[in-house]
């Protein structure tokens, strides 16, 4: 019985410890697409892609407004394919995607 509560008692910390980790581990964490689409090019900047986090390569894409890179997801760029892996995503999704990708530290 000692052994079960020690279980539930330390099961309980973890619980807790996790809980209270949780806004720092998910501030700036990347969109759940990210992994397996976009960031299979943009991580480290595959043919000419603006990277993760590199601002200065962002900020003439950014120029172009929200709406303008969204469509360039949606119908593809040159080496981009269209929908960016993502074909599941929504513009919401693409635009989340594309502010972490630019703003990302
Ligand atoms: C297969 C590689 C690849 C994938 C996957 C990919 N991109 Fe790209 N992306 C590129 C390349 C290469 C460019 C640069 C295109 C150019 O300007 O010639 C680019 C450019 C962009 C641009 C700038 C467009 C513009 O009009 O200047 C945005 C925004 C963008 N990608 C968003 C995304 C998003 C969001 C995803 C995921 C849903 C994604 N990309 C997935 C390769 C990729």
């Given at each position: 019985m000692r052994t079960v509560a020690f279980i539930r008692n330390t099961a309980r910390v973890v619980a807790l410890a996790a809980l209270a980790a949780a806004p720092?581990?998910?501030a700036g964490d990347p969109p759940p697409q990210?992994?397996?689409s976009c960031g299979a090019c943009h991580a480290v900047g595959?043919?000419?892609a603006p990277a993760t986090g590199n601002a200065e390569a962002w900020a003439p894409r950014?120029?172009?407004g929200m709406e303008a890179l969204v469509a360039s997801v949606r119908n593809g760029l040159n080496a981009m394919p269209p929908g960016g892996l993502c074909n599941s995503c929504s513009d919401e999704d693409y635009a989340a995607l594309i502010t972490y990708m630019a703003t990302a530290q």
């Open positions: 720092a581990v998910f990210y992994a397996a595959v043919a000419g950014m120029e172009k």
